[in-house]
């Protein structure tokens, strides 16, 4: 569903992505790992077309990005880490004006707008200003509204920042109820204990080079150890004494 082919993003110099290939299966649940810096903002971007792709390919149920960038863009969501939101709009508006751009039908729209905003508890303040909201609200409303158009693939950079503890739980269940419907889920995040509790596989990186992919399983067998937190230090920081 997801395919990353030799992905490489260099900045003059610098190279924050070198040569990444990854394959992400439909219904797949991927957690991407890192330490700060690793280079895995950087590959969202030029997964999603926030910036350009120095050489490879990224491709989303069997489209490329470099080749048809439209159809390519209307397969995915995106939640940022730091997203921008309308915030003079209330929040419906936002919702519809997400909507619009995907030209989600009048039925379509309400049948997923009331289920998502009742999941995560957002049709209690829709109706608000957005600039009333705080982080976790916005945060909420945006995943809300970037569900609307029913995308094959769920890419989110650092979803749990700024959720509460039943808002963190809830979006975890939904990512495995997505996963089983068919969707991609292809999320960055700080926690190990998010990834083991959700993701079918992980990907772990570091000065932009993938050192670790697969299974949680199959990792850890490789690795020899039964915690992911000790083979995450162990692969990301070889030379610590």
């Keep these: ?38 280079g895995k903002t950087s590959t969202i971007k030029m997964m999603c077309g926030l910036t350009s792709i120095t050489s ?39 919702a519809r004006f997400t909507g619009n751009l995907y030209n989600v039908p009048a039925g379509e729209f309400n049948r997923r707008l009331e289920k998502y ?25 945006l995943i809300v509204s970037s569900l609307l158009h029913a995308p094959k693939a769920f890419i989110l950079d650092e979803p749990m920042v700024g959720l509460d503890p039943r808002s963190m739980k809830t979006l975890r269940d939904q ?6 419907d068919g969707m991609t889920v292809f999320m960055s995040t700080h926690s190990l ?3 083991e509790a959700v993701c079918d596989t992980v990907g772990v990186l570091d000065h932009g080079r993938l050192l670790a992919s697969g299974s949680i399983s199959a990792i850890k067998r490789k690795n020899r150890s039964k915690k992911l937190e000790d083979i995450f230090f162990k692969l990301t920081e070889p030379e610590t004494a």
């Design 1 to 38: 569903m997801i395919e990353l082919v030799n992905l490489t993003k260099k900045y003059g110099s610098f190279t924050a992505v070198r040569e990444l290939n990854l394959t992400i299966k439909k219904g797949e649940v991927f957690g991407f790992l890192g330490p700060n810096g690793a």
């Design 117 to 141: 905003a009742r999941i995560f508890g957002v049709d209690e303040y829709i109706n608000d200003f957005i600039e009333t909201y705080s982080h976790g609200m916005s945060q909420k409303l």
């Design 175 to 180: 990512f495995v109820k997505l996963a089983a």
């Design 56 to 94: 490879g390919d990224a491709l989303i149920d069997g489209i490329s990005i470099l080749k048809d960038p439209m159809g390519y863009k209307h397969r995915f969501a995106l939640i940022p880490d730091k997203p921008y939101m309308f915030e003079k709009l209330r929040g419906i508006e936002y």
């Design 193 to 195: 204990e998010t990834a």
